[in-house]
């Protein structure tokens, strides 16, 4: 019998791109998106059936060749809410995978296409969680409906699916989830969805007002008054999975280390080791895709500096006001010109604490890192760092860019743009605090693009110091970014006065494969035990 799984998750970039009031929409914001895209295909390449499901977003059920499946009542909120079930047609459409999108208007309280609000502080993750609890108990009344047909596990992928664990365990109506087997991927253990059990809007109380369950396997370590979806979800999952081995070491650390510059199980560590001593936590390694994409043909450095330049006008276009950062962009794009600089650094991601806390580190000389960094590189080069996200790191990011025009901050993002700096870099940036797997640095080796990356979690199981790339560490923030302007001067010492050896690592770069048929027999072995 061929095996079902079903997939739970916020992202998924298989899904049509969209132009919504003039903007693109993808079902993408971060590596779930490739995750879900990714190995579902690969699953269905080792005879497995899978359907996966996300919320609809407000758009994504008007996609062309969306067809409307059935409607769904469900219990939320203490009334009965109409959710809609839809069968979308996927970018990479593969035999063996289906993509469902469930829609209700919870879905696109933030604005139409928006996968994750912005909410202020003072009430962390509210919008979403109550988004996501009306998602995941869609989800678990379509399983007893048999809407999704005979299954064998259920993969939940992040906080944002956590409650189909707290709904299976607590609520005596869903009989037929609790004979499935269902496994927890953490993505990233920093962001755990948690909100009050009662007394607001957005908590468990809120939400199922009728459910009755144990505090004590539920709650915050730290807020005992919270419930922590993510604590909840490896508690009470059959198997829990984090996507590098190094990273499901590190997060049963000490949180305690954070202090030397170091990020452990961000609060849940004891849960974290006591799922690894029950023999139910697993580090399995994401892959990447080496299909259409790889290898592809390099443009002129004349193309690509059009391209970045009619980008970043078409994001200056949107805004009533032109943004600093698109206007020092267009003019530094100009200063590089069409000819090719002596090396092109580059980096691609979001632009948060976790991916640019180390560049904005002082050194021991009470210099940010990315200010030695541009130093260093000087006129020899250029830095195109690619990305959006944290507006006080984007307004670090354009500040520096102001006194450096060796820098050109693209503020923004754009699969095409990623695409040609992944092919044209010559050395790729990746210096993340911590890195539950990363996928930037597995498409820039891909390319033949050495990276120079933090020794940690996932970097540290695909970057091979002085092979594919340079790696460095330290004990605390200082040396941390120290070492890594360090490492940088040993990337340019090879780069400018060994080019045969520099050749080499290129080719060792692009030889390296982390495939995902490798990740999916871990999945089939470790997480849903199937043969």
């Known amino acids: 019998m061929t095996a079902h799984i079903l997939m739970l998750a916020a992202e998924n970039d298989a899904l049509p791109i969209l132009n919504i009031e003039g903007r693109e929409v993808s079902g993408k914001i971060g590596g779930i998106g490739d995750v879900v895209r990714d190995a579902p295909r690969a699953l269905a390449g080792r005879g497995c059936e899978v359907t996966v499901v996300s919320p609809a977003y407000g758009v994504f059920a008007d996609a062309p060749g969306c067809k409307r499946l059935t409607g769904l009542n469900v219990a939320f909120g203490g009334r009965t809410e109409g959710v809609e079930i839809y069968e979308i047609p996927a970018r990479n459409d593969c035999p063996g995978v289906r993509h469902l999108v469930l829609e209700h208007t919870l879905f696109s309280i933030c604005g ?9 502080p003072q009430t962390p993750f509210a ?22 047909g005979d299954l064998n596990a259920v993969h939940l992928h992040d906080w944002h699916t956590a409650l189909v664990l707290v709904l299976r365990r607590f609520d005596p109506a869903y009989r037929l989830l609790r004979k499935l087997r269902c496994v927890y991927t953490i993505h990233n253990l920093a962001l755990q969805g948690i909100r009050p059990f009662e007394e607001d809007d957005s908590s468990l109380q809120s939400w199922f007002p009728a459910l009755r369950y144990d505090r004590t396997v539920l709650q915050d370590p730290r807020w005992p008054n919270c419930l922590n979806a993510t604590a909840a979800a490896i508690r009470l999952a059959d198997a829990v999975h984090t996507v590098s081995p190094s990273y499901a070491k590190e997060i049963m650390r000490p949180s305690a280390v954070a202090a030397h510059g170091y990020h452990g199980g961000e609060g849940l560590e004891s849960d974290l080791q006591a799922a690894h001593d029950q ?17 592809t043909v390099k443009e002129k450095w004349s193309e690509i500096t059009a391209q970045m330049r009619a980008q970043v006008l078409r994001w200056a276009a949107v805004d009533e006001h032109l943004a ?12 590089v010109g069409d000819r090719r600089p002596g090396i092109v650094l580059t980096g691609v991601g979001r632009i948060t604490e976790q991916k640019i806390g180390l560049l904005r580190q002082t050194c021991g000389d009470d210099r940010p890192a990315l200010e030695s960094v541009l130093e260093r590189l000087g006129e020899r080069g250029v830095l195109i760092l690619l990305g959006t996200g944290d507006p006080s790191y984007e307004m670090f990011l354009t500040a520096t860019s102001a006194r450096y025009d060796n820098l050109v901050f693209l503020r923004g993002y754009s699969d095409d743009l990623a695409r040609a700096l992944y092919i044209h870099g010559d050395l790729f940036l990746m210096p993340s605090s911590f890195e539950p797997c990363g996928v930037s640095q597995m498409l820039s080796m891909r390319e033949g693009q050495p990276c120079l990356v933090h020794d940690v979690g996932g970097l540290r199981d695909t970057v091979k110091d002085k092979i594919t790339g340079f790696s460095f560490g330290g004990d605390g923030l200082t040396k941390q970014a120290d070492n890594l302007v360090a490492a940088l001067d040993r990337a340019f010492r090879l780069y400018f006065e060994k080019p045969a050896k520099w050749r080499t690592m290129r080719g060792a770069a692009a030889a390296s494969r982390f495939k995902w048929g490798d990740s999916v ?5 470790h997480l849903y035990r199937l043969g």
């Not at 139409?112 to 202020?120: A, E, L, T």
């Not at 027999?521 to 072995?525: A, I, L, T």
């Open 324 to 335: 600093t950062a698109h206007f020092l962009a267009h003019l530094h794009l100009a200063v």
């Open 112 to 120: 139409r296409g928006r996968i994750y609000c912005d909410d202020p």
């Open 521 to 525: 027999e871990g999945y089939m072995k």
């Open 279 to 295: 023999g139910r936590l697993f580090g399995i390694l994401n892959g990447c895709d080496y299909g259409s994409n790889a290898g």
């Open 127 to 148: 919008r979403d969680a109550s988004k996501f609890a009306l998602f995941c108990a869609s989800a678990v009344a379509a399983v007893e409906k048999g809407i999704f």
